[in-house]
């Protein structure tokens, strides 16, 4: 049998008297490391044994040494009757190799038993007077990007070695936690004349001098810390409740749909003006809109914002199997392709026509008409070169005039749609997005009327009482000024 034990915190006072008698009377001992303040104490009480510190050195990180250590119990065991595997505090918390040998030992049929032991986490429960039953997680420093932090509950941060560690671990918890947020430094904690239990702000974790082997982090639970998604989503729950806001209460899906386009485009406005303050105002915004449809939805018993999550975190692996499968994609015209492919067969769109209905009707029609042309151009529907483009544009334009002094309004519309249509091609030619070269103009010509109607007051003149010849005298003025100093 492979019996497994654990040495304590630290203090010889912590090691239970079943694991003790285990070692005095083993022939086979064997410690994952005798880096730890207890291993002083079985030297004196005359227990033999070996070590893996070596496997420290000639590995290249520690999931090779927790497997290797694994892998040669299991081998050392196959010639001997019983092993007696010692490693520091619990065998079952925050021990790697314990996690690997156990796992080896039931895929090979191999006896293996866990003595009781006194956890370092024991102690700093102790030591803080910290109650689990509110809340406590325990967390591995080499195992930061993997977990999901929460101020509901106590955390505890385990094997935070070196200044190098607790650097990782300070910016991983900054991107959650204010920055001078309260922890708890333990090192050593339960060995007499080592331990050092102190508190400091979040940013000066990876400044202590006495960072090792035994250190810990202790950060409390703090619900006024940094808000987070479950605050946003227990703000949209009281909005809607009976004490909660009218107005909030009485809305619908249907009422505050505009409400998501409207904040999509003042996003795009704040990435425009490469404003980072307004981006995160207006992403807050976006979001906001995403949760609210979400808990109308939950009202409704028809779904919740973890159905929001779980459908756009499946449609995105399932999209991306160059990156979560086994398909190989080396650029973006290949993704494009494939995202394209995966896109149909998953919407259920039968022919290239299905295709060109599916683009949304309620986005901005010069987004549209460059959407659907793209999709067109994808099978050789396109005309030849930007020269023809160009020549599609006056051919339109020669219509629309043929048309405007006529009385069909409806003939009107369609070649006026058509010249537009045309114009969007060129702009597709030229890779230039028409929507945004609209509101370029759109601006530039709300910036140059400024220039007309601040110069007519100047001239103690009403813009209403001025001749279009006097206007456009003026706004030929405001063109030959250079761009930056109008824009």
Not at 69 to 94: N, T
Not at 434 to 458: G, H, P, V, W
Request: aromatic share 8%; glycine share 4%.
């Amino acid at each position: 049998m492979i019996k497994i034990v654990g040495l304590g915190p630290g203090s010889k006072d912590a090691i239970t008297f079943g694991t003790l008698e285990l070692l005095k009377n083993s022939s086979n001992v064997i410690l994952r490391t005798e880096k730890h303040p207890t291993v002083k104490y079985l030297k004196e009480m005359g227990i033999k044994f070996q070590t893996y510190d070596e496997k420290y050195e000639k590995s290249e990180s520690f999931d090779d040494v927790y497997n290797s250590i694994a892998e040669d119990i299991i081998k050392k065991y196959s010639k001997a009757e019983e092993i007696v595997y010692a490693v520091p505090g619990h065998p079952l918390v925050a021990e790697k190799s314990v996690e690997i040998l156990l796992k080896l030992c039931k895929e090979q049929g191999i006896q293996a038993e866990v003595l009781p032991a006194v956890s370092f986490i024991d102690v700093v429960m102790e030591r803080l007077q910290i109650d689990p039953v509110k809340g406590l997680k325990i967390i591995d420093a080499f195992d930061m990007k993997n977990q999901i932090l929460d101020k509901r509950i106590g955390l505890i941060i385990t094997q935070v070695y070196n200044k190098f560690i607790a650097s990782d671990v300070k910016l991983a918890l900054l991107e959650y936690y204010n920055d001078d947020t309260e922890i708890c430094f333990i090192r050593a904690a339960g060995v007499k004349g080592m331990e050092s239990i102190r508190t400091m702000p979040l940013y000066e974790l990876d400044r202590q001098e006495d960072i090792d082997y035994l250190t810990s982090v202790y950060i409390p639970r703090d619900i006024e810390n940094n808000k987070d998604f479950y605050d946003l989503l227990g703000i949209m729950d009281k909005l809607r409740s009976n004490e909660g806001c009218p107005w909030d209460r009485e809305q619908t899906h249907e009422s505050i749909k505009k409400a998501m386009i409207e904040e999509s485009y003042e996003v795009v406005e704040a990435i425009e003006k490469n404003d980072d303050n307004a981006i995160i105002e207006e992403l807050g915004d976006v979001l906001f809109q995403i949760v609210f449809h979400a808990q109308l939805g939950k009202e409704e018993g028809m779904y919740n914002i973890n159905d929001v999550i779980s459908g756009i975190c499946n449609k995105m692996i399932y999209r991306h199997p160059h990156v979560f499968g086994d398909s190989n994609c080396e650029t973006s015209s290949e993704v494009i392709k494939k995202w394209d492919e995966i896109k149909k067969d998953e919407q259920g769109l039968k022919s290239y026509t299905d295709e060109l209905r599916h683009v949304p009707k309620i986005l901005p029609s010069l987004m549209r008409a460059d959407k659907v042309q793209r999709k067109a151009a994808k099978v050789g529907f396109d005309l030849d070169n930007i020269e023809c483009a160009f020549n599609k544009v006056l051919e339109e334009l020669s219509e629309v005039k043929c048309e405007y002094k006529g009385d069909k309004k409806d003939r009107i519309l369609e070649e006026v749609g058509d010249l537009i249509f045309s114009v969007v091609n060129v702009a597709r030619f030229l890779d230039i997005d028409s929507e945004f070269a609209l509101n370029y103009t759109i601006d530039k010509f709300i910036k140059r009327f400024e220039y007309i109607e601040n110069e007519a007051f100047n001239q103690k003149l009403k813009l209403e009482d001025m001749t279009l010849k006097q206007m456009n005298k003026l706004w030929d003025e405001v063109k030959s000024i250079k761009k930056d100093k109008i824009q």
